[in-house]
């Protein structure tokens, strides 16, 4: 083993008064002292880190990243900037706040979008996206890919190859753009071409050998009509301002007369940046529009009552758990042991019981029908005929999550009131305190380190349930967790979905940083 690894080599004794005086002090090898521990102090460094390598990069991959991940999502918003580029740009211009729709050069690059797009088949994942902000895109962008491929832009493609019979060819389109000069000349063209290009050989198609399409020959008379002289000798007598054109506008409009909308112009400019606050927005019901934010319409505000609902019932579970949780603690911690372990057996068995079943069983038990209404009418505590409703609403999820945490409150309190010396009670009686006042002045104030950490764990617990409330809550017994999990899973919408999410996450962790102030994490404890 070497010097490094086996630690600060030892110090040599100095030989003199003045040998310690005149230099630094050196270690075995003749390094200075300070540097040889350094280096020492660094070596154990390395090999503490290596040792906890595989959990720290367990922790940053299952639960970092994710995190991560979800925050980025929450906020990116490139897909319209990526599919619609042409689009983006020219649309930068347009004056929002108009009831007209674009200028026809808008649809132009509209229609070589959508072509590519088609192609690629990107533009129903576009229309998905925009459909989240503005009903009816989905089906506008469906629509519009189906039929962008028969417009009559075939007319350029016969005029220019009339007149230049050379451009019907791949390899001279090929050969054209790969000319610097006319590629400055023709820069939509050349964009267009790029874009192209690269799908084709992604499809590992090769452009010198595939049908040059009429969207290419529709941007090569865009470029020659705006002015563009290009050098290459096959475009250069080439005169456009004769030619017989065709309006996309109109093409746009045969396809669906929701093009002409300003609406749906409105909200492809405003989630034209690849980033936007828009998802946030829609979590508080807020939306974009032209003015800056805004609130949604009554009928389209869910988020915030959610939230609302949410936090309110996972509050009311907690307050349940520990008023059910405490006695039976107590008996646990002060029974004898043989007697506590069995009641130990009972706590735990819903661990071992699947959480579906156990949902399952209280939907079966809450219903009209069911055993606890059929209890209390054979008690005749209810009329049969107005047997109660304790199912898909608020209650039933309520009992439910509340049978379900309850073993999360018991853990905690009876770790804690274990360490609890009986001596203090029976002190506290013989100085003559009563019953109540001996357990409210000297043995509650000691479980309350219990109390706050099964309350953390509940209320957290609570928070971020949606199996049992999405069986036995309908529609008013449901959590904000519910929505996300249908935007991940239905409706696919996965920035609203981590948008909720983050929301989710920084309200927990300020009621955190709450209970930390009020309480003081440091009274939390989980037994000893």
């Known amino acids: 083993m070497s010097d490094t690894a086996a630690g600060p080599a030892p110090v040599t004794r100095p030989q003199s008064a003045s040998a310690a005086t005149d230099g630094p002090m050196l270690a075995a090898d003749g390094t200075p002292l300070k540097r040889s521990l350094a280096r020492a102090l660094r070596m154990q460094k390395i090999r503490a880190l290596m040792l906890i390598a595989p959990l720290l990069i367990f922790v940053l991959v299952t639960f970092i990243a994710p995190i991560a991940d ?73 629509k519009s890919g189906r039929r962008v491929a028969r417009f009559d832009t075939d007319i350029y493609t016969d005029q220019i190859t009339a007149a230049s019979p050379a451009l019907s060819e791949p390899s001279a389109w090929v050969q054209m753009l790969d000319d610097p000069a006319t590629r400055d000349a023709l820069p939509l063209t050349s964009r267009t071409w790029d874009r192209w290009s690269a799908y084709l050989l992604a499809q590992d198609d090769d452009p010198a050998s595939e049908d040059v399409e009429d969207f290419l020959f529709t941007t090569l008379y865009i470029d020659l009509r705006n002015g563009a002289q290009p050098p290459d000798p096959r475009l250069s007598s080439l005169d456009v301002s004769g030619f017989e054109t065709v309006s996309l506008t109109a093409s746009f409009e045969d396809v669906d007369e929701d093009w002409l909308d300003p609406r749906m112009w409105r909200t492809l400019q405003i989630y034209s940046p690849a980033y936007t606050s828009g998802y946030f927005l829609n979590s508080v019901d807020m939306q974009k529009s032209i003015d800056g934010p805004e609130f949604r319409p009554q009928g389209q505000q869910i988020y915030l009552m959610l939230f609302q609902r949410t936090l309110i019932m996972s509050l009311i579970i907690t307050v349940s758990c520990i008023l059910l949780g405490y006695p039976v603690a107590w008996l646990l911690a002060n029974l004898p042991m043989r007697t506590a372990n069995l009641l130990m057996i009972l706590v735990l068995l819903p661990f071992w019981t699947s959480l579906l079943v156990r949902t399952s069983a209280w939907k079966v038990m809450l219903q009209q029908q ?100 999405e069986i036995v809550g309908g529609t008013t017994g449901t959590f904000i967790s519910n929505r996300i999990a249908y935007h991940i899973s239905t409706s696919l919408n996965w920035g609203l979905a981590a948008a909720l999410g983050a929301i989710l996450l920084g309200v927990v962790l300020l009621l955190y940083w709450c209970y930390d102030r009020i309480v003081g994490i440091d009274n939390v404890k989980l037994g000893g």
Do not use: C
Not at 83 to 106: H, K, Q
Not at 136 to 141: E, N
Not at 430 to 458: C, D, E, H, K, M
């Open 70 to 142: 979800m925050l980025f999502r929450s906020v990116e918003n490139q897909i319209v900037q990526e599919t619609l580029p042409e689009t983006v740009v020219a649309l930068s211009d347009w004056d929002a706040t108009s009831d007209t729709p674009p200028s026809e050069p808008v649809f132009e690059a509209l229609y070589i979008d959508i072509f590519l797009a088609q192609e690629q088949k990107l533009h129903t994942r576009l229309g998905t996206r925009l459909n989240y902000e503005q009903t009816g895109a989905s089906s506008l962008f469906r």
């Open 370 to 469: 069911g055993v606890i209404n059929d209890v209390l009418v054979w008690l005749g505590l209810v009329d049969d005929a107005a047997r109660l409703i304790m199912i898909n609403n608020q209650l039933g999820t309520i009992i439910a999550m509340t049978h379900i945490l309850l073993p999360f409150m018991i853990l905690p309190l009876y770790s804690v009131m274990q360490t609890i010396p009986p001596s203090y009670l029976r002190a506290a009686k013989s100085l003559g305190a009563t019953n109540w006042t001996a357990f409210w002045r000297v043995y509650f104030p000691q479980s309350v380190p219990g109390i706050g950490a099964g309350s953390i764990l509940v209320f957290i617990l609570a928070i971020g349930y949606y199996i049992t409330p």
